[in-house]
C-alpha cells in the first residue's frame, strides 16, 4: 500500500473486492491518514469508530462544498448538477431548512404504516423466482424491492422505474474519461426534466404522495426541489439493495449463522444491524471539507482539507466491536455508523431498516436452501461515487 493512497488506489478492484485488510493495516497505524484524494487537494481518512463518529457529527467539518476550493463544486458536480441543492451538500441553516421538509415523511410511525404494502411487494417479489431454483438476487429482488417502495412514496408510475435505475445507476458511478462525463449529463438531464415535469403535474393536480408533501412547503426553491428528489430517490433506493445484498452474501459466507437466524427468525432486527456493521452499504460517508486549522485523533487537519470518514472501517474497529471481522447474527447491540451520525443521519435510517427486516425474513422462509450459485471468487464488486461499494450480481440457488 502507498503512503499518501491515491484515489485510483481506493478505486482498485483489488481494494473494491475486499478493503478490510487495507483499513485494518491503516488502523494499526492510527486513526487518520493522509491520503491523495481528490485528486490534486489535501485529504484525511478516518478508519476508526470513535473519531470517525465524532468527524461525522463535528460542525467544523462542511458539508457546503461551496466552502471549497474556487471551482470546486463545479468540478464535483459538472456532470450530475441535479444533486447539488440537497441537504446532503449543505449545512445549517440552509440544511435545517431543507431537512425539516423532507423528514416528516420518514418518521419511524409514518414508515410502520408502510409494512404490508412492503411485505406484499416482498411476496410479489419472491414468488415470480421461488419456482426457478435459481435466481440473480440483486435483479430479482434486492434492487426491486427498494425501488419500488421508493417509486411508490414519490408517486411515479410503474412504468417509468426501470429508467430511473438507469439513471441513478449512471449518476453514482465514477466519471473521470470525456464519455464517462457525458453519460452522466446524459443521465442528469433526464432525471431533471422528469423530476420538472412531475413537480408540474402535482402543482396542477395534487396527489397523496412525497412530490406534493414536499411542494406544499414554501421552503424549497425549484432547484432545491428537484434535487431533494433525486437525492431521496437515489439514497432511498441504492443503499438499501446494497443492505440485501451484503447481507444476503455474509449469511452464505457463514452457514452456521444462517441456520441461526433461520431457526430464530426474532433475531432478524438485530441481524440487520449486524449486516450494517459488517458490510457497510456505504463505504465512505461523503465529503467534508475542514472550515478552520483542527486536530483529529493528534493529527493535523490544515484548513480547505477534505476529511473522509471510513464507515465501512468504523465497523469493524475491535475497539467498538469484540470479533469485529466474524458475522454474529446475535451480537449484543452491533456499534456501527452505518447511517451517519450527527446532524446528517439518514433520513430514510427507518424504512432501510423496516425493508431490510421485511426482506430477510422473507428470503429465509421462502427460499429453502439457500446457497451461493457461484465461485465466490467470480463475484466482482461496483465502485460507485466514490462511496458505495456493492455487488455487481448476486447469483444464488435454493
Known amino acids: 500500500m502507498p503512503e499518501d493512497p491515491p484515489f485510483e488506489f481506493f478505486a482498485s478492484p483489488a481494494f473494491r473486492a475486499d478493503p478490510y485488510p487495507v483499513y485494518a493495516a491503516l488502523r494499526a497505524k492510527g486513526p487518520v491518514h493522509r491520503v491523495g484524494f481528490p485528486p490534486g487537494h489535501s485529504g484525511y481518512l478516518v478508519v476508526d ?37 440537497n441537504m446532503l451538500m449543505s449545512d445549517p441553516p440552509d440544511h435545517t431548512r431543507l431537512r425539516k421538509v423532507a423528514q416528516g415523511a420518514f418518521t419511524q410511525r409514518r414508515v410502520e404504516r408502510l409494512r404490508p404494502r412492503i411485505e ?13 431454483g435459481r435466481a440473480e438476487l440483486i435483479s430479482a429482488f434486492a434492487f426491486p424491492l427498494p425501488i419500488t417502495v421508493i417509486c411508490e412514496l414519490m408517486g411515479v408510475p410503474g412504468e417509468d422505474r426501470e429508467d430511473f435505475r438507469d439513471w441513478s445507476g449512471t449518476l453514482v458511478e465514477p466519471a473521470s474519461t470525456p464519455e464517462q462525463h457525458a453519460r452522466r449529463r446524459a443521465a442528469n438531464d433526464a432525471l431533471q426534466a422528469y423530476f420538472e415535469a412531475l413537480v408540474a403535474e402535482r402543482r396542477a ?39 440485501i445484498a451484503n447481507g444476503t452474501l455474509a449469511l452464505l459466507r457463514a452457514p ?17 444491524e449486524e449486516f450494517l456493521r459488517l458490510d457497510a452499504p456505504v463505504e465512505r460517508a461523503t465529503f467534508r471539507m475542514a472550515l478552520e486549522d483542527l486536530e483529529i485523533a493528534g493529527v493535523h487537519i490544515p484548513k480547505t482539507s477534505f476529511v473522509h470518514v471510513a464507515i465501512a472501517a468504523a ?29 446528517h443521519f439518514c433520513l430514510g435510517a427507518p424504512l432501510a431498516r423496516l ?44
Open 355 to 398: 425493508e431490510g427486516q421485511i426482506a430477510f425474513t422473507a428470503l429465509l422462509q421462502r427460499l429453502p436452501g439457500l446457497r451461493l450459485d457461484c465461485r465466490e471468487d467470480e463475484l466482482t464488486w461496483r465502485f460507485s461515487g466514490s462511496v458505495l461499494r456493492s455487488l455487481s450480481a448476486l447469483p444464488v440457488a435454493f
Open 49 to 85: 469508530y470513535e473519531h470517525g463518529r465524532a468527524a461525522l457529527a463535528d460542525p467544523r467539518l462542511s458539508k457546503d462544498l461551496r466552502s471549497g476550493p474556487p471551482g470546486f463544486l463545479e468540478s464535483v458536480t459538472q456532470s450530475n448538477r441535479v444533486l447539488a441543492d
Open 205 to 243: 393536480a395534487p396527489a397523496d404522495d412525497l412530490v406534493s408533501a414536499l411542494l406544499a412547503s414554501p421552503e424549497l426553491d425549484d432547484d432545491e426541489l428537484v434535487s431533494t428528489l433525486a437525492l431521496l430517490l437515489i439514497a432511498g433506493h441504492e443503499t438499501t439493495a446494497n443492505l
Open 256 to 272: 452456521e449463522q444462517l441456520a441461526l437466524l433461520r431457526a430464530r427468525p426474532e433475531l432478524v432486527q438485530n441481524a440487520v
Open 120 to 132: 406484499q411487494i416482498t411476496a410479489e417479489l419472491l414468488d415470480r423466482v421461488q419456482g426457478e
Open 315 to 343: 465497523g469493524r474497529d475491535p475497539a467498538a466491536n469484540d470479533a469485529p471481522d466474524a458475522l454474529d447474527v446475535a451480537r449484543p447491540e452491533p456499534r456501527h455508523v452505518a447511517f451517519g451520525h450527527g446532524i
